[in-house]
């Protein structure tokens, strides 16, 4: 199993180019099953969950071809209907499937994701929506057996927001019969950017960036390119390590019209930045400053910062408090911090951090994907040598953490 050695206390300086962002490659190239035109994707990260989804794609017949961030699928010869759980196991994106199969193909199997290390993370919205769109859905062996000759378009009210639920029934709705009304729909820059692709295959979509999506059924849809947006947690992660070891650091590739409130917390801790079109240069001198906050759908504080941003307040220079709402367990990262020489304690959903002017490298294991980033962060503010273990959490989401680290300064290898 990979494991990360970092010797820590070096500053960060020079340039980081930020990769297409996992959270809307993944329903992106789903999208490819309502189509069986030519889906010409670029700037898909180089990940785990990538392959892990073209793997489940390709078993189901969809042509995939890759060459290195550029994929190209074609969904014209589709022979299975069916998500195993071998695959859906690993990556809980692999439900979003279950919309684009059922409207196209009437017809879907596909099996529950369940929990993960950080909640139990429930579709039962998915599966509402569905319902009322007029699909059969029964969960037999763990599976989800949906069938419906033809969606017909309905208003749905999800119970809560819900990401990959909005996307889920996005994609649903662009081939149902008639009109589909979202309502609380999820905001979030990712959803935009699959709902923009989805219009230039063909689809009717009012609303786009707002909770309230109106999407008017049609009969097919058609090939299209489509560049996958720059990764906001990626770049905020950069922004993060850069609070916690100091230096000058600029992201390349960056969308900074898609951030939410985690910038200005980071502004707040004490980084100076410089936001261009494309690129945000960060320096910072010094100790950071404490910051608090509840984590909240979008544009509010993203739960998928929270642990980036708990590395950086174990050393700020006073306590602060962070309160998780998205997700119950969360907070796996606070035990292995505390095992640097952080001051973190929880009480429920919210965790109580006292800020301390050292921390001491250590062996540590990474529970889940930012968990794994945060540890990271920690290890290289850290005196010594930290390992971090079990990286294949990182893999998922990060592209070559370890190599972009390094070109800027980082001491960080990667050991087999
Ligand atoms: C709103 C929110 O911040 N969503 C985050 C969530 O998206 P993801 O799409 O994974 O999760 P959802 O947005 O669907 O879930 C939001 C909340 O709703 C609950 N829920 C969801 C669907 C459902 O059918 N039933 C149900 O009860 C979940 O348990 C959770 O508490 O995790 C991703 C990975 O960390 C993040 O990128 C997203 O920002
Ligand atoms: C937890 C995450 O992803 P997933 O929903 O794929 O588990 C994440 O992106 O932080």
Redesign the pocket.
Known sequence: MDKLQINGGKRLNGDIPVSGAK?AALPILCAGLLTGGDLELSNVPRLHDVRTILKLLEQTGLKVTQDDERVTLNGANITSLEAPYELVKTM??SILVLGPLLARFGEAKVSLPGGCA???????????GLRQMGAEITIEGGYIYAKCAKLKGARIL??????????NLLMAATLAEGETVLENA?R?P?VTDLANLLVSMGAKIEGIGTDRLVIQGVESLHGAKHAVISDR?EAATFLCAVAATGGDIVLRNTRTDIFDVALDKLREIGLQLDVGTDTIRARMDGRPHPVSFR????P?F???MQAQFMAVNILADGSSRVTE????N?FMHVQEMNRLGAQISTEGNTAFIKGVDRLVGAPVMATD??ASASLVIAGMAAEGTTIVDRIYHLDRGYDRMEVKLSAVGADIVRIK
Not at 118 to 128: E, L, T
Not at 295 to 298: D, L, V
């Open positions: 959270n809980r994106a950080i909640g139990s993370r429930p579709v039962d919205q998915h599966i509402k999800t119970d809560m927001i819900t990401v990959t639920g909005t996307e999820a979030e990712e947690i984590t909240t759908e979008y509010g993203p739960t998928d709402t998205i997700f119950e969360r994907l930012r």
